[in-house]
């Protein structure tokens, strides 16, 4: 029988929220934890940015593990919200450490500690995150549906993201008496950590709560569907034969070492680069809430007019193109004087635009996974929505890994002073910063294009695949 596509508004919602108690992990950490430890702690870039690669790796090992796990789970709560579930306390605890460290450590032990939490921070996002896109992509049959479910995603991970970014700044970060920049402030950080905590938590759960009523019509695992390493691993190597997948997968792996390298740097960019205070960096969220918002309001139409591929490479295209621009443009003498007013409205447009295409492929790229995830169940007769998810994040994760460690390596290559104050930092020092963050990073991203534009699955293809499966589950007998 085929799957009922209405999808009431309130369980999309709950969807979204458990994207924003993950945004508030995952960019809570990557925005302020690399300046905090090196910067404020005094911990070499090299270390900062290994610790972080090695999380990353131990986690990408655990994405694969926890999507085979999660599609062969039975239980009266389903699938995939038993590990949702689960997950959301630990996580807390963990991001709290993270932005608590003991005083007086070494470097070492500084690196240890860092280490430590952020591989356990990065494990229970893992058990969160795999099984919630999995719930996105079982929800609905319906190929613009599926878009709209996934756009719900997006608009709430901008929403967790850009909250406790400004509320970071606004409140944490404020200038004070003492540090004229609040980031450079070492006090703040464990109190906005368990701020954030208490969001996390509070998102993760209340989605997993309010979206249970999406679990007796969600796919149910086979009888005979039990977890084994080698059963894993050929199911690993059988969605990677996938065509459309590989391609997708491909272009993810140039476009995290781009991602990963800008976002290890950014606030260095922000706050010594283009000499932004906390009060000023509280504006990009209105920028970036603007883009999301028009990603939101225009990705089904998008689809239906250029289709998904067709939106992902025109996307990324703009992406690279308002990455890079602010930083060239003032290499080219193009862009206002860091005290000029006219800056940080232009900054601000640049990164909203680039927040905009960013969802738009995010969401487009998501609800292609959820095709190809059909394409397979045709071929094979078998769902695997997590162990597809799970692949994805796995190489997107591994790749981002080298991003962070490239940024972490570059930040000591050109010997960028710790402790140091907006203003005094040499101006040969703030080109390669700058030569960093835009031309040479994007690379990379421009490459994805090319793999990107491989992916063939059309709207009409998918209605091919979906009568299929429909006519197949009509004339299965029941279990």
């Known amino acids: 029988m085929a799957q009922d596509n209405t999808i009431p508004l309130k369980t999309k919602l709950a969807f979204g929220i458990g994207a924003a108690g993950e945004s508030i992990a995952t960019f809570g950490f ?110 609905s049959e319906d190929y613009l549906q599926r878009s709209v479910i996934m756009s719900y995603n997006a608009i709430f991970g901008w929403v967790g993201g850009a909250g406790i970014f400004l509320l970071a700044q606004l409140v944490y970060f404020r200038e004070t008496e003492q540090y004229e920049n609040g980031l450079l402030n070492q006090l703040a950080y464990p109190e906005f950590g368990f701020t954030a905590s208490l969001l996390i938590v509070t998102g993760m759960l209340a989605c997993s709560w309010w979206t249970r009523d999406r679990i007796p019509p969600l796919p149910k695992a086979g009888k005979s569907a039990v977890f084994k390493s080698r059963v894993m691993l050929r199911e690993l190597l059988e969605v990677l034969s996938n065509r459309n997948y590989l391609m997708l997968l491909l272009g993810l792996l140039f476009l995290a070492v781009t991602l990963g390298t800008r976002a290890t740097i950014e606030l260095h960019m922000n706050t010594y680069f283009w000499e932004l205070v906390p009060s000023e960096l509280a504006w990009f969220p209105l920028g970036s809430g603007i883009g999301f918002i028009l990603a939101f309001v225009l990705i089904k139409q998008l689809h239906l007019q250029f289709d998904k591929r067709g939106t992902a490479v025109g996307a990324l295209v703009l992406l690279a193109f308002f990455a890079t621009a602010p930083v060239v443009g003032r290499f080219l003498d193009m862009m206002p004087s860091n005290e000029h007013m006219a800056l940080l409205p232009l900054l601000i447009f640049f990164s909203g635009a680039g927040y905009c295409m960013f969802a738009v492929l995010n969401v487009s790229v998501m609800s292609m996974l959820a095709d190809i995830a059909d394409q397979h169940e045709l071929k094979t007769g078998n769902r695997r929505e997590g162990m597809f998810y799970s692949a994805r994040t796995f190489f997107s994760k591994a790749t981002t890994a080298l991003g962070t460690l490239v940024g972490g390596i570059a930040i000591d290559i050109i010997e960028f002073p710790s402790g140091a104050k907006p203003g005094e930092v040499p101006q040969e020092i703030l080109t390669q910063l700058g030569l960093l963050d835009g031309p040479i990073s994007v690379i990379p991203a421009l490459i994805a294009i090319y793999f990107y534009s491989r992916y063939a699955i059309t709207k009409q293809e998918h209605s091919d695949i979906r009568l299929a499966l429909n006519a197949r589950s009509s004339h299965a007998p029941e279990n």
């Open 30 to 139: 990557t925005t302020f934890a690399f300046f905090y430890y090196t910067q404020v702690l005094h911990l070499p870039g090299t270390l900062a940015g290994l610790a972080t690669t090695i999380s990353l790796i131990v986690d990408a090992v655990s994405d694969p593990l926890m999507g085979a796990i999660s599609d062969r789970w039975r239980s009266r709560w389903g699938r995939r919200h038993p590990f949702m579930i689960t997950a959301a306390i630990p996580l807390g605890v963990a991001f709290f450490c993270i932005f608590s460290p003991p005083t007086d450590l070494s470097d070492w032990a500084l690196f240890v500690w860092l280490t430590t939490f952020t591989v356990l921070m990065r494990l229970f996002v893992t058990m969160f995150n795999i099984p919630h896109l999995a719930l996105g992509a079982e929800m």
